[in-house]
């Protein structure tokens, strides 16, 4: 380049510049170029655009230009690498568009290869999509059968096992069809236990004619299914099996059913069940009964009619189900009417007398279905009751298991029908038919699933199982309760309690009892349940108990808690040898002597010593002379000392229990306070502080009793309670409306005032009803049909009387009223009876006559307490006589006074008014020589002149209890005044205020425990908790006695218990007794002819003793079947009754058969001494024997045949003999015998004491037993006159009820012949006594 101008300028001239310039190739400048461009011209700071154009406006844009040149040739410089790149790739990409050429003709050429190959391989897949089809519906077809032959095998297993039970059933449907028909007819009149013997023994008569039958039939899963038992269980049906039984026989009736409900339960079920069918219930007492009657008829309704115990004949036809049929109608003829009979109609009949016997043609119409409760069925009750309250969740479970057992049997049911009905319907081949298969799987899965919850059933059931043994023990003492209170009619006529009574008791405990309200823990509930139902059981039930009979009540309780508590000891053996003491003074034979003890007591020491814990009693006495002076303290049950071991005797009860069997044996008298120390061990204090509660009237009549309850105030003679009624009404603002009973008037205004009350809430008060009772009978039964109203109440007022209807007793709610004891007690009700103005007439003397009539009245009254010893007899001395005195009194002292003021005592008719008293007014009502005797000695000593003096004795001093100048009559002449010493009177007074000895107190508590015991001996089967007679073995034939599988005893307690003591008993009484050998000079003889009498007389009964034990063995023992003889036979023995036909000499009543059988021993011991006498010394030596006369069967007839006897050896007359007594000494000497004496033994002084042969005085021992004493007959001419002499009476035994004839004796002593007969002093033959 240059840099010359000229040069520049030839070159700028050029034609071809500017377009050299603007196609100037950039390429073309060189590295070296730019270089020197950069070097030179740019690097110069005044090169620039501005500096070159302001010089040169035609060099500025070639300047620009230049520099933009060399810019670009530097960014071409840069990119040449790039450019040298791209054209490289540019040559390979026409390389490679050549090869794609070729690749194109080459793919052009493989595409129409390839399509022709896809037409191929779609030919190939057509192929192979043909087979693998093929292939698909094999395996299909294979897996289906698979699938169809498993489903169908299990199907078959359980279609087999159904054909299989099918066939077992076939096999034996005829034995177990023909078994429940049976069951079906002849079953439903008996209870569970009768029900459960016929049944086995029907299927034993049918094994033996070999015919076949399901010997575990459940006879209730048989007849019914799960549904309908649910459905009778919502409809209130117990859920006990009997209930369900009879539910199957109310189901399934061919004649219509009569049902024995004494509970209601059975109406109450049928009411809900026929409620949908419009049932109608009525009774032959209804007005409307005929109308009802027919309209059942004739539109097809349900009809349940009570009380059907008076049958009436109109029912006949349509019970015989007598129809005609006429132009397409059927009627039934009713009385003189043709009725149109539906064909849905049924009838009920219904009673609520389990005692109630029908006629034969009755019994032949009707099926019978007995509702009445057993242990097992109420026991069942309670139990679900006590679920339901305590643990609803358990009880639903169960409930709920019942109903799934039922769906799960239902459900496999369809499924298997609907698998059939598919089956059926399959067209074509069944391999292709997919709803067969779904079904069967279907099948199986649901039956997998009920089988899983059947197994789940399992566990559940387990777990209520578990449940249902924890609340047991309180369904069992439910059970057991229950059926000592229905028992309790043994003890006492009045005793009579429903079941709907203990149940509404029961449900109080579970939902109304404020002592579970905080507690949450169920086994503290359970506990306190169960304390609870004892105290309330008792609380209510005495109420209606009489106060002597209180503490049996409590025994029993106490009993049926130990025997339920499984922890505790129930102590049957101890309880058993206490029951049975009143055997010790018959077995003991001969008696040791004890110093210090009476020969009673020796005797009861002998046996208390057989019991284990007793074993060394009688070293013990000998090592403690303190024990002795135990026995004489006023109250020994409170210290009694340890007399028994005590490693055999551990815990309270246990000791309390031992205390009470030495306080019998040595104190009886002290047995029933001793009792109450027992009850409170066992039950706690609070049970017996309970037992003296005061009677809260006014909350139980508005708080308990329901108004459909009548309320019962019975009361004891001559007491009456309707006063307690009035001031009720008056206290509760109650219009109460009284009415008399007795006149048919009273029972037409007692009809209406109580139907007017029930509806508008008003009370009635019907007084003395026991005076009508047959009235009673027909008030209860339309009581029973009432739907009074909430407030209404109705008060019944009686005195205790057996004629009362039991219904009546078992709907009411009844209350037992007690005049309190004692003479005080007595004169008071005797003052308040007589009115002020009555006492206050003229003569002023009256007032003290009325005071002595009162003194008199409250005296004999009072001895009727210690009867058998202040009275032979209870005599009914009521209000009444006491009435009547005071009329006499008047009209005879009116009579004489005629209007004086003042009469002098000695011009008082005394004999008439003693003639009056002794004679008619209280008198009239003796039946008893001696006991006449003693009330002529009371008048004589009360009503006489001298009892106007100041000083004058009432009682006489010198006895405990009485003040030393004896109880003075107090002075005055107005009723306050007698009416002031009366309440300054002790309230107990001592048994020498009524000319008693002051032991009588013991007698009359020894009495009551005496009574205790034998109540509770009686009631003994009723705590076992088992029924009687018809327990049946399970295998008794094949195990042998009284062994069931294993070798155990499957004989119930009661039982086993029995077996043992008869055995015992077999083996005491004698084989056999001599008969007497009767010849012609023999049967002459009186005494022959009377022994020969005995000894009959006792072979007859011996023959019977003996079968009959050897029965009872034999049954306990399952080798002989049960008779209806049989069953009563074993009751009585159970209950320690005698059996009626072992009843053929005169017992006491209340005497056990534990008692009476060591007695017959006895007395056959001594007939056989008869026989074996006049068989070898002939009838002569009769006379010189010794004779227990109370070991006689008609002792009386003894004392005749001696005296026949004394008449025909001398001929003398009958009439002229008396007969004397002597007494031998007490080692027996001291007696002579001729031909007129006669040797008798045994016999018992009461009372007194025989001081030598003849001579009486008082004494104060209970009980004397006389030596050998000899009995003449001396004819009347012999007779000394110079002597004072008192008859006493020779009783049977102590209850004096059998006077068998009179001794004479001598008193001495400065005792009269009036204290004798006051003090009850007199001869018993027998020790036997209840």
């Given at each position: 380049?240059?840099?010359?101008?000229?040069?520049?300028?030839?070159?700028?001239?050029?034609?071809?510049?500017?377009?050299?310039?603007?196609?100037?190739?950039?390429?073309?400048?060189?590295?070296?170029?730019?270089?020197?461009?950069?070097?030179?011209?740019?690097?110069?700071?005044?090169?620039?655009?501005?500096?070159?154009?302001?010089?040169?406006?035609?060099?500025?844009?070639?300047?620009?230009?230049?520099?933009?040149?060399?810019?670009?040739?530097?960014?071409?410089?840069?990119?040449?690498?790039?450019?040298?790149?791209?054209?490289?790739?540019?040559?390979?990409?026409?390389?490679?568009?050549?090869?794609?050429?070729?690749?194109?003709?080459?793919?052009?050429?493989?595409?129409?290869?390839?399509?022709?190959?896809?037409?191929?391989?779609?030919?190939?897949?057509?192929?192979?999509?043909?087979?693998?089809?093929?292939?698909?519906?094999?395996?299909?077809?294979?897996?289906?059968?698979?699938?169809?032959?498993?489903?169908?095998?299990?199907?078959?297993?359980?279609?087999?096992?159904?054909?299989?039970?099918?066939?077992?059933?076939?096999?034996?449907?005829?034995?177990?069809?023909?078994?429940?028909?049976?069951?079906?007819?002849?079953?439903?009149?008996?209870?569970?236990?009768?029900?459960?013997?016929?049944?086995?023994?029907?299927?034993?008569?049918?094994?033996?004619?070999?015919?076949?039958?399901?010997?575990?039939?459940?006879?209730?899963?048989?007849?019914?299914?799960?549904?309908?038992?649910?459905?009778?269980?919502?409809?209130?049906?117990?859920?006990?099996?009997?209930?369900?039984?009879?539910?199957?026989?109310?189901?399934?009736?061919?004649?219509?059913?009569?049902?024995?409900?004494?509970?209601?339960?059975?109406?109450?079920?049928?009411?809900?069940?026929?409620?949908?069918?419009?049932?109608?219930?009525?009774?032959?007492?209804?007005?409307?009964?005929?109308?009802?009657?027919?309209?059942?008829?004739?539109?097809?309704?349900?009809?349940?009619?009570?009380?059907?115990?008076?049958?009436?004949?109109?029912?006949?036809?349509?019970?015989?189900?007598?129809?005609?049929?006429?132009?397409?109608?059927?009627?039934?003829?009713?009385?003189?009417?043709?009725?149109?009979?539906?064909?849905?109609?049924?009838?009920?009949?219904?009673?609520?007398?389990?005692?109630?016997?029908?006629?034969?043609?009755?019994?032949?119409?009707?099926?019978?279905?007995?509702?009445?409760?057993?242990?097992?069925?109420?026991?069942?009750?309670?139990?679900?009751?006590?679920?339901?309250?305590?643990?609803?969740?358990?009880?639903a479970k169960r409930s709920d298991l019942l109903k799934l057992q039922g769906e799960f049997r239902l459900r496999l049911r369809q499924l298997e029908k609907e698998l059939l009905q598919a089956l059926n319907e399959v067209r074509g081949k069944i391999l292709d038919n997919d709803t067969i298969l779904s079904q069967l799987e279907r099948l199986k899965k649901e039956a997998a699933e009920v089988q899983k919850k059947v197994d789940e059933t399992d566990v559940v059931m387990a777990e209520v199982e578990a449940v249902s043994l924890q609340y047991l023990p309180l369904a069992t003492s439910c059970s057991s309760i229950y059926f000592v209170l229905d028992s309790l009619h043994q003890v006492h006529f009045l005793y009579q309690y429903s079941l709907a009574f203990f149940l509404e008791m029961f449900r109080w405990v579970l939902s109304d009892n404020?002592?579970?309200?905080?507690?949450?823990?169920?086994?503290?509930?359970?506990d306190q349940i169960t304390l609870d139902l004892y105290k309330v059981v008792f609380e209510r039930v005495s109420r209606s108990v009489l106060h002597n009979d209180r503490i049996t009540l409590a025994l029993l309780l106490s009993r049926i808690f130990l025997r339920t508590k499984a922890e505790v000891k129930d102590f049957s053996d101890e309880f058993e040898f206490l029951l049975r003491a009143g055997e010790a003074a018959l077995t003991a034979g001969k008696v040791t002597r004890v110093p210090g003890l009476s020969d009673t007591q020796a005797q009861a020491l002998q046996y208390l010593s057989k019991a284990q814990a007793f074993s060394k009693l009688t070293q013990y006495v000998d090592a403690h002379p303190e024990f002795l002076e135990w026995v004489e303290t006023v109250a020994p049950e409170a210290n009694v000392p340890v007399c028994w071991?005590?490693?055999?005797?551990?815990?309270?009860?246990?000791?309390?229990?031992?205390?009470?069997?030495?306080?019998?044996?040595?104190?009886?008298?002290?047995?029933?306070?001793?009792?109450?120390?027992?009850?409170?061990?066992?039950?706690?204090?609070?049970?017996?502080?309970?037992?003296?509660?005061?009677?809260?009237?006014?909350?139980?009549?508005?708080?308990?009793?329901?108004?459909?309850?009548?309320?019962?105030?019975?009361?004891?003679?001559?007491?009456?309670?309707?006063?307690?009624?009035?001031?009720?009404?008056?206290?509760?603002?109650?219009?109460?409306?009284?009415?008399?009973?007795?006149?048919?008037?009273?029972?037409?205004?007692?009809?209406?005032?109580?139907?007017?009350?029930?509806?508008?809430?008003?009370?009635?008060?019907?007084?003395?009803?026991?005076?009508?009772?047959?009235?009673?009978?027909?008030?209860?039964?339309?009581?029973?049909?009432?739907?009074?109203?909430?407030?209404?109440?109705?008060?019944?007022?009686?005195?205790?009387?057996?004629?009362?209807?039991?219904?009546?007793?078992?709907?009411?709610?009844?209350?037992?009223?007690?005049?309190?004891?004692?003479?005080?007690?007595?004169?008071?009700?005797?003052?308040?009876?007589?009115?002020?103005?009555?006492?206050?007439?003229?003569?002023?003397?009256?007032?003290?006559?009325?005071?002595?009539?009162?003194?008199?009245?409250?005296?004999?009254?009072?001895?009727?307490?210690?009867?058998?010893?202040?009275?032979?007899?209870?005599?009914?001395?009521?209000?009444?006589?006491?009435?009547?005195?005071?009329?006499?009194?008047?009209?005879?002292?009116?009579?004489?006074?005629?209007?004086?003021?003042?009469l002098p005592p000695d011009k008082v008719p005394w004999s008439a008014l003693r003639t009056l008293l002794s004679q008619c007014i209280y008198g009239g009502r003796i039946d008893n020589e001696f006991d006449q005797r003693l009330m002529n000695a009371f008048v004589k000593r009360i009503f006489t002149v001298a009892s106007f003096e100041a000083d004058y004795a009432l009682v006489p001093g010198g006895v405990e209890g009485v003040p030393d100048k004896g109880m003075v009559v107090p002075d005055g002449i107005r009723r306050e005044q007698f009416l002031q010493w009366v309440e300054q009177l002790p309230t107990q007074q001592v048994p020498a205020w009524l000319g008693l000895p002051n032991n009588a107190e013991k007698v009359l508590l020894s009495n009551l425990g005496t009574s205790m015991l034998a109540n509770l001996t009686t009631m003994q089967?009723?705590?076992?908790?088992?029924?009687?007679?018809?327990?049946?073995?399970?295998?008794?034939?094949?195990?042998?006695?009284?062994?069931?599988?294993?070798?155990?005893?499957?004989?119930?307690?009661?039982?086993?218990?029995?077996?043992?003591?008869?055995?015992?008993?077999?083996?005491?009484?004698?084989?056999?007794?001599?008969?007497?050998?009767?010849?012609?000079?023999?049967?002459?003889?009186?005494?022959?002819?009377?022994?020969?009498?005995?000894?009959?007389?006792?072979?007859?009964?011996?023959?019977?003793?003996?079968?009959?034990?050897?029965?009872?063995?034999?049954?306990?023992?399952?080798?002989?079947?049960?008779?209806?003889?049989?069953?009563?036979?074993?009751?009585?023995?159970?209950?320690?009754?005698?059996?009626?036909?072992?009843?053929?000499?005169?017992?006491?009543?209340?005497?056990?058969?534990?008692?009476?059988?060591?007695?017959?021993?006895?007395?056959?011991?001594?007939?056989?001494?008869?026989?074996?006498?006049?068989?070898?010394?002939?009838?002569?030596?009769?006379?010189?024997?010794?004779?227990?006369?109370?070991?006689?069967?008609?002792?009386?007839?003894?004392?005749?045949?001696?005296?026949?006897?004394?008449?025909?050896?001398?001929?003398?007359?009958?009439?002229?003999?008396?007969?004397?007594?002597?007494?031998?000494?007490?080692?027996?000497?001291?007696?002579?015998?001729?031909?007129?004496?006669?040797?008798?033994?045994?016999?018992?002084?009461?009372?007194?004491?025989?001081?030598?042969?003849?001579?009486?005085?008082?004494?104060?021992?209970?009980?004397?037993?006389?030596?050998?004493?000899?009995?003449?007959?001396?004819?009347?001419?012999?007779?000394?006159?110079?002597?004072?002499?008192?008859?006493?009476?020779?009783?049977?035994?102590?209850?004096?009820?059998?006077?068998?004839?009179?001794?004479?004796?001598?008193?001495?002593?400065?005792?009269?012949?009036?204290?004798?007969?006051?003090?009850?002093?007199?001869?018993?033959?027998?020790?036997?006594?209840?």
């Amino acid at each position: 380049p240059t840099s010359e101008w000229k040069t520049i300028r030839s070159i700028v001239m050029r034609d071809n510049f500017i377009a050299s310039i603007v196609s100037f190739a950039t390429e073309s400048i060189t590295d070296n170029m730019r270089d020197v461009m950069k070097d030179k011209y740019l690097s110069i700071d005044d090169f620039t655009f501005e500096k070159i154009d302001r010089a040169s406006k035609a060099c500025g844009p070639l300047a620009k230009w230049a520099i933009a040149q060399i810019s670009y040739a530097d960014m071409l410089n840069r990119v040449d690498p790039l450019r040298q790149e791209l054209k490289s790739l540019e040559n390979q990409a026409e390389e490679t568009q050549m090869k794609a050429d070729e690749m194109a003709d080459m793919i052009s050429t493989l595409e129409k290869s390839i399509s022709q190959y896809k037409e191929e391989y779609a030919m190939l897949i057509s192929d192979a999509q043909a087979i693998k089809a093929d292939l698909t519906a094999v395996e299909s077809k294979v897996t289906r059968s698979n699938a169809l032959l498993a489903s169908l095998g299990s199907e078959r297993n359980r279609w087999e096992s159904g054909s299989d039970q099918f066939k077992t059933q076939m096999s034996t449907i005829i034995g177990d069809v023909l078994v429940s028909a049976a069951f079906m007819a002849y079953a439903g009149y008996f209870d569970q236990q009768m029900r459960q013997s016929l049944f086995t023994s029907w299927l034993d008569h049918l094994q033996g004619a070999n015919i076949q039958l399901r010997l575990d039939m459940a006879r209730t899963e048989y007849l019914s299914s799960p549904d309908e038992r649910l459905r009778w269980q919502s409809n209130a049906l117990p859920s006990d099996d009997l209930c369900t039984e009879n539910a199957i026989m109310l189901q399934r009736f061919n004649r219509y059913p009569l049902i024995i409900d004494p509970s209601g339960q059975a109406t109450e079920f049928i009411l809900n069940e026929y409620k949908g069918r419009k049932i109608t219930r009525t009774s032959f007492l209804d007005d409307s009964f005929r109308k009802n009657l027919e309209s059942a008829l004739r539109f097809g309704n349900p009809l349940l009619v009570q009380d059907v115990e008076n049958y009436d004949p109109i029912l006949n036809p349509v019970l015989n189900r007598e129809v005609r049929r006429t132009g397409g109608r059927v009627l039934i003829t009713l009385g003189d009417q043709d009725i149109d009979l539906s064909p849905t109609f049924t009838i009920f009949l219904s009673t609520r007398d389990p005692s109630v016997e029908f006629p034969p043609d009755v019994c032949s119409r009707v099926t019978f279905v007995n509702f009445t409760v057993t242990h097992a069925s109420l026991q069942t009750q309670c139990l679900n009751q006590v679920l339901k309250s305590e643990r609803p969740d358990v009880d639903a479970k169960r409930s709920d298991l019942l109903k799934l057992q039922g769906e799960f049997r239902l459900r496999l049911r369809q499924l298997e029908k609907e698998l059939l009905q598919a089956l059926n319907e399959v067209r074509g081949k069944i391999l292709d038919n997919d709803t067969i298969l779904s079904q069967l799987e279907r099948l199986k899965k649901e039956a997998a699933e009920v089988q899983k919850k059947v197994d789940e059933t399992d566990v559940v059931m387990a777990e209520v199982e578990a449940v249902s043994l924890q609340y047991l023990p309180l369904a069992t003492s439910c059970s057991s309760i229950y059926f000592v209170l229905d028992s309790l009619h043994q003890v006492h006529f009045l005793y009579q309690y429903s079941l709907a009574f203990f149940l509404e008791m029961f449900r109080w405990v579970l939902s109304d009892n404020p002592s579970l309200k905080g507690l949450t823990d169920y086994i503290l509930r359970l506990d306190q349940i169960t304390l609870d139902l004892y105290k309330v059981v008792f609380e209510r039930v005495s109420r209606s108990v009489l106060h002597n009979d209180r503490i049996t009540l409590a025994l029993l309780l106490s009993r049926i808690f130990l025997r339920t508590k499984a922890e505790v000891k129930d102590f049957s053996d101890e309880f058993e040898f206490l029951l049975r003491a009143g055997e010790a003074a018959l077995t003991a034979g001969k008696v040791t002597r004890v110093p210090g003890l009476s020969d009673t007591q020796a005797q009861a020491l002998q046996y208390l010593s057989k019991a284990q814990a007793f074993s060394k009693l009688t070293q013990y006495v000998d090592a403690h002379p303190e024990f002795l002076e135990w026995v004489e303290t006023v109250a020994p049950e409170a210290n009694v000392p340890v007399c028994w071991e005590d490693e055999l005797v551990q815990g309270e009860v246990a000791v309390a229990l031992h205390q009470m069997m030495v306080v019998q044996a040595f104190r009886p008298d002290r047995l029933v306070a001793s009792a109450e120390h027992l009850v409170s061990a066992v039950m706690g204090k609070a049970f017996t502080l309970s037992m003296n509660k005061e009677l809260d009237l006014a909350a139980i009549v508005t708080k308990e009793v329901k108004a459909s309850t009548p309320v019962m105030l019975s009361s004891v003679t001559g007491f009456d309670a309707s006063s307690r009624v009035d001031d009720l009404a008056v206290q509760e603002k109650k219009q109460c409306t009284a009415i008399a009973i007795g006149s048919a008037e009273g029972f037409n205004l007692a009809d209406k005032a109580i139907m007017s009350a029930s509806k508008v809430g008003r009370w009635v008060l019907l007084k003395n009803v026991h005076l009508a009772p047959q009235w009673l009978v027909q008030l209860e039964k339309k009581l029973h049909a009432l739907s009074p109203h909430p407030d209404f109440r109705l008060f019944l007022t009686m005195e205790i009387n057996p004629k009362v209807p039991v219904n009546l007793l078992r709907a009411s709610r009844i209350f037992t009223f007690e005049p309190p004891p004692g003479v005080r007690a007595n004169l008071i009700r005797t003052f308040a009876s007589v009115s002020a103005t009555r006492m206050a007439k003229e003569p002023n003397e009256r007032a003290r006559l009325y005071f002595l009539i009162a003194w008199f009245h409250a005296i004999i009254q009072e001895r009727l307490r210690y009867a058998p010893l202040g009275w032979s007899k209870k005599y009914e001395f009521n209000e009444s006589d006491l009435r009547m005195a005071c009329d006499t009194l008047d009209t005879w002292l009116d009579s004489v006074a005629q209007g004086r003021t003042n009469l002098p005592p000695d011009k008082v008719p005394w004999s008439a008014l003693r003639t009056l008293l002794s004679q008619c007014i209280y008198g009239g009502r003796i039946d008893n020589e001696f006991d006449q005797r003693l009330m002529n000695a009371f008048v004589k000593r009360i009503f006489t002149v001298a009892s106007f003096e100041a000083d004058y004795a009432l009682v006489p001093g010198g006895v405990e209890g009485v003040p030393d100048k004896g109880m003075v009559v107090p002075d005055g002449i107005r009723r306050e005044q007698f009416l002031q010493w009366v309440e300054q009177l002790p309230t107990q007074q001592v048994p020498a205020w009524l000319g008693l000895p002051n032991n009588a107190e013991k007698v009359l508590l020894s009495n009551l425990g005496t009574s205790m015991l034998a109540n509770l001996t009686t009631m003994q089967s009723m705590i076992e908790g088992e029924d009687l007679a018809y327990s049946v073995s399970p295998s008794a034939s094949e195990e042998g006695v009284g062994a069931g599988a294993g070798g155990a005893d499957w004989r119930p307690a009661w039982m086993r218990s029995l077996h043992s003591t008869v055995a015992g008993w077999m083996a005491s009484v004698p084989e056999s007794l001599t008969v007497m050998k009767r010849t012609a000079d023999h049967i002459k003889n009186p005494l022959f002819r009377f022994f020969e009498r005995e000894v009959n007389l006792g072979i007859g009964l011996l023959r019977v003793v003996r079968r009959d034990l050897s029965d009872v063995i034999q049954v306990c023992e399952s080798r002989k079947k049960q008779t209806n003889y049989m069953r009563s036979l074993v009751s009585d023995l159970t209950k320690g009754s005698i059996p009626s036909s072992w009843r053929r000499y005169t017992v006491p009543l209340g005497v056990t058969v534990y008692q009476w059988v060591p007695d017959f021993v006895l007395r056959i011991k001594q007939l056989e001494t008869f026989s074996e006498a006049a068989n070898s010394g002939g009838a002569q030596a009769l006379k010189a024997l010794h004779v227990w006369l109370g070991g006689l069967f008609v002792a009386e007839a003894f004392i005749t045949a001696s005296r026949q006897y004394v008449a025909q050896v001398n001929s003398w007359s009958l009439e002229e003999l008396d007969l004397q007594v002597k007494v031998a000494n007490e080692d027996g000497s001291g007696l002579t015998f001729d031909d007129s004496s006669f040797a008798v033994k045994g016999i018992q002084l009461l009372g007194a004491s025989c001081l030598e042969q003849d001579k009486l005085q008082l004494s104060s021992k209970i009980l004397t037993i006389l030596p050998l004493t000899n009995l003449r007959w001396a004819r009347s001419s012999e007779k000394k006159d110079d002597a004072e002499q008192v008859m006493l009476p020779v009783y049977l035994n102590s209850k004096r009820s059998e006077l068998l004839f009179t001794l004479n004796f001598t008193p001495s002593g400065g005792n009269t012949e009036s204290d004798f007969y006051q003090h009850g002093v007199a001869l018993v033959c027998s020790n036997l006594s209840g």
